[in-house]
């Protein structure tokens, strides 16, 4: 929430990311920390390392939430990292992850408990599932499609193996492994007992345990009833049941191979159809449904992560589920473990405010930051506990300034010439939210109609609308939803002014684009989610509709449209608006002005995990805006040097055009990254392939034409040649955003391995792993070099991270220059290059200068003057005396490219 008198957390100087995992351990994190005490970091931002699944490298396929990853270390070795943080005064940012988590693994007890048990599971509540689903056959069951062919197939080719195990009977199928519902047991235990009393006697006390344990287990309370008492009883019951049959298992020779022998029965005799009929038969009685992978987009009837099957969502909004995974976490802030809390994805829960109060109440002095995606004119609601953002606003306004607006026609008539087609980005926006929502989040579509068919037919005014057009008008609605979601709390009655202006500009936009359908229908979805038809079922289609809605924007905008709309790709990154071509100076100031007033601890990032490409990445492409006709020439000629490289016309045009793109941006790229990049950005745009229906023809081109052209001498020596001029500003544009990143107001993030130059990609490029061997060094000579001869040093990254560890070991000696209450003030140049010089005031005593669009400005200050305020001003960067009155540009930035200017204090 904006500052106030109750909110008042550690909050850090400067934070930096670290990816653990098993390549990256806490004891190898341990190792760096000296080095980022040394540079001037405050806090080590973490992703999560709680228990997730075998091999994770990431952190957010979390399969326990109350258990350390052992991957990443032991107990032992965790305590030792924690011990060395504290030892250099660095705190902690942890990584929370309440919307999701993995179920693709045995490890995830909660999942496996309800895969066991359907709705009378004691984990049913922790899932958002819908036990009632369109399609009869799923009533009361789960669909788990993670079959590689169709059932039937995958079940006779003997892929699906009953077990038992330890007193439990399971289905696996490959490295799964579901368990049973305990009383279905007695169709295995029942089958064949005849033999095993003619082989025992009945009067045998092994057959008589038998037959006691299955007299239980089909008494067991139904998988159907949810009533407290019941589920209670079931749960105790049949571990009861289990630990009998286990004992009886070891106890009895007859009764383990009545048991091993049934098994094998019941997985049934390749090449005879009927006799799988039993392990059939079994797995129809069971509360989940096995089938093929590509079933999930229509009928799977659990929330997920997005459309990520293994990746299911959990309901932290009931109070017992927030507080299950959110033990640990809780108890390591108690301990002084973390001081502070980065919520992953705040627009998947169904209410993000109750649940940020929620955090805040368990953790009230602790700084927290959302990962909330804001649109161009949208703020963080004012009412959240928390610090503020990931920083994505900050990435996008600061990246903005580096782009000129004088190059978006000319840059637009390149792609046009190359692509063939003259796209509007609002509308390839919208098309891919369409795309999405019919293919990837069809199932959620069908949930939220058939809410909608229900909430209709209970009145008279909608309930003749079909249910094709309730699935269209939802569709379309969405489509032209003006931001990832609304916060619309149905429990409390509160409909915000600006939530309502986004559900009218939806309601009114997919209106007149689809006259066909009758207007009434975006009227009935207007009045639901203005809360102006109350009742149970209209306050959870709500409640649904801002978590599908926020799902539509991620996957429809940055998974989708940003690797088809290839106009220019500086622009195309989280949180960004690829059809806004670059903004003022004086936006930019705006932007840092009202951070200042309203969120002014709130983080600032230029790289993250997620990114899709990094800050230099973007820094170099953004000069291609200042030279269009040089640009326009390299295309030319690499599209006739490499058209011999293509096959059968492919790829296409616009994935070449995005191709050369990245080659200049991130110059030298290896062939293995450069083709794993490609195939990735193919796969998104969904145009000819996909990750999971693929083309083999397209993606082979593909590969063989990255393959071809960067083994090609002649193209690869005019790409080089062509990228060697813009390397160098490229490097200058990093400064200045780093520059503004460590002195606008908030707090500033550095992703590992950003401190250098860090050419990286979208994930996992830009997941690999980090020299920090290198940088210790770097860092050493980096504190006994002068600004001047520090810069000398261009080429190996030195200057970024020397302008980091001076700024930040600065910050400390002057606290009070970069408090959050420091106003921050625009300053303007006057002169020839005046436009290309950005400048503004922290308080009254902290000058940042930094250059932009620096192709154009030819390195030539000319008479261009920053006027100086009264009093005595040194650059903290070059220790040197500033001119007072009229200062000269050239003479401020004549040693290193950026400025930090300090009033010295009077003794």
């Known amino acids: 929430m904006a500052i106030n008198a109750e909110y008042r957390p550690r909050i850090p100087v400067s934070t930096y990311r670290l990816q653990l995992n098993h390549d990256f351990t806490f004891s190898d994190a341990r190792k760096v920390l000296a080095y980022l005490a040394a540079l001037g970091i405050t806090d080590l931002y973490s992703s999560s390392y709680l228990k997730s699944r075998q091999g994770s490298l990431h952190g957010y396929d979390i399969v326990d939430f109350g258990e350390l990853n052992d991957e990443i270390g032991s107990g032992e070795e965790y305590e030792a990292f924690v011990a060395e943080q504290k030892k250099h005064g660095l705190g902690q940012l942890f990584d929370v ?8 693994s045995a490890e995830n007890h909660w999942w496996m408990d309800v895969v066991e048990n359907g709705p009378s599971s004691t984990c049913a509540r922790f899932f958002d599932i819908n036990w009632h689903p369109v399609k009869a056959e799923l009533k009361n069951k789960i669909l788990v499609p993670v079959l590689g062919d169709q059932y039937g197939r995958v079940l006779e080719n003997q892929e699906l193996r009953l077990g038992f195990k330890d007193g439990c009977f399971f289905v696996s199928y490959w490295d799964y492994r579901f368990p049973l519902r305990p009383d279905t047991y007695v169709m295995i235990l029942a089958y064949r007992i005849k033999e095993l009393e003619e082989e025992l006697t009945a009067g045998h006390p092994h057959y008589v345990e038998l037959l006691s344990i299955n007299t239980a287990l089909s008494h067991l309370p139904l998988y159907t009833d949810t009533d407290p008492d019941s589920v209670a009883e079931r749960n105790r019951e049949k571990e009861i049941a289990k630990r009998r049959l286990a004992g009886l298992y070891k106890a009895s020779p007859e009764v383990s191979r009545f048991i091993e022998g049934n098994v094998t029965v019941f997985n049934g005799v390749k090449g005879e159809p009927q006799s799988f009929d039993l392990l059939d038969d079994l797995l129809r009685n069971q509360a989940f449904r096995l089938s093929n992978w590509r079933v999930a987009t229509e009928e799977i009837n659990y929330r997920r992560f997005f459309d990520v099957n293994d990746l299911a969502a959990i309901r932290v909004e009931d109070p017992l589920v927030f507080h299950e995974a959110h033990k640990l976490v809780f108890r390591l802030i108690r301990e002084g473990r973390v001081t502070g809390l980065r919520v992953d994805h705040p627009d998947g829960l169904r209410d993000p405010e109750e649940f940020l109060l929620r955090l805040k109440e368990m953790a009230p002095n602790t700084w927290i930051v959302v990962e909330k995606i804001l649109g161009q004119d949208e703020s963080l609601p004012a009412t959240w506990p928390v610090a503020g953002t990931t920083g994505y606003d900050f990435l996008n306004r600061v990246g903005d300034l580096f782009v000129d607006p004088q190059g978006e026609k000319p840059l637009g008539d390149v792609y046009r010439m190359v692509s063939g087609s003259d796209p509007d980005y609002p509308e390839v926006a919208r098309d891919k939210k369409r795309l999405v929502s019919r293919s990837l989040l069809a199932a959620e579509v069908e949930r939220l109609t058939g809410l909608l068919l229900r909430i209709a037919a209970a009145g008279w005014l909608y309930c003749d609308f079909t249910h094709g057009e309730m699935a269209c008008a939802l569709i379309e609605f969405t489509a032209y939803f003006p931001v990832y979601r609304s916060y619309v709390r149905p429990g409390h009655g509160a409909v915000t002014a600006t939530d309502a202006r986004y559900i009218r500009i939806a309601a009114q936009e997919a209106r007149r684009n689809q006259p066909d359908l009758p207007p009434d229908l975006f009227e009935f979805l207007t009045n639901l989610l203005l809360l102006k038809q109350p009742g149970s079922l209209e306050d959870e289609f709500v409640g649904r509709f801002q978590q599908f809605s926020a799902a539509v924007m991620a996957k429809g905008l940055e998974d989708t449209a940003f690797y088809c709309f290839n106009r220019f790709v500086a622009l195309n990154e989280v949180g960004g608006n690829p059809g806004r071509f670059g903004i003022g100076i004086d936006e930019f100031h705006q932007s840092c002005r009202a951070r200042q007033s309203h969120w002014p601890a709130s983080m600032l990032s230029t790289s993250t995990h997620d990114t899709k490409r990094s800050e230099d990445v973007r820094a170099r492409l953004c000069l291609l805006s200042e030279m269009p006709r040089e640009w326009r020439g390299a295309v030319d000629r690499w599209s006739a040097m490499n058209r011999r490289h293509r096959r059968n016309g492919w790829p296409d045009r616009n994935a070449e055009y995005l191709y050369y793109q990245t080659l200049v941006g991130a110059w030298p790229l290896p062939t293995e990254r450069a083709v794993a990049y490609m195939e ?150 006057r002169g020839r290059a005046a436009a290309h010089a950005i400048a503004f005031k922290r308080g009254e005593n902290l000058i940042a200068l930094a250059p932009r669009l620096v192709i154009a400005l030819h390195d030539d200050w000319g008479d261009t003057l920053l006027e100086m305020p009264p009093g005595a001003w040194r650059n903290q960067l070059t220790d040197e005396t500033a001119p007072q009155g009229a200062a000269p540009l050239s003479a401020l930035l004549g040693k290193f490219p950026v400025a930090l200017l300090a009033r010295e204090e009077i003794p």
């Open 680 to 829: 990735k950005a193919a796969h998104e745009a969904k145009e000819h392939t996909r990750a999971a229906l693929g083309d083999p023809e397209y993606d082979q081109a593909l590969r063989e034409f990255v393959t071809a052209t960067l083994a090609d001498l002649d193209f690869v020596a005019d790409l080089a040649g062509f990228a060697a001029p813009l390397v160098k500003p490229g490097c200058i544009n990093s400064l200045t955003q780093t520059l503004f990143k460590l002195t606008a107001p908030g707090v500033p993030d550095f992703y590992q391995g950003a401190e250098l130059w860090d050419l990286s990609l979208v994930d996992p490029d830009n997941r690999r792993q980090v020299d920090f061997a290198v940088r210790k060094e770097l860092l050493a000579e980096a504190a006994t070099l002068s600004a001047q001869e520090a810069w000398q040093e261009w080429e190996s990254g030195l200057p970024k991270l020397w302008l980091i560890r001076r700024v930040l070991n600065f910050r400390p000696q002057r606290p009070d220059l970069f408090a959050i209450s420091a106003q921050y003030e625009p300053m303007a140049a």
């Open 97 to 104: 992850v309440p919307n999701h988590m993995c179920i693709g």
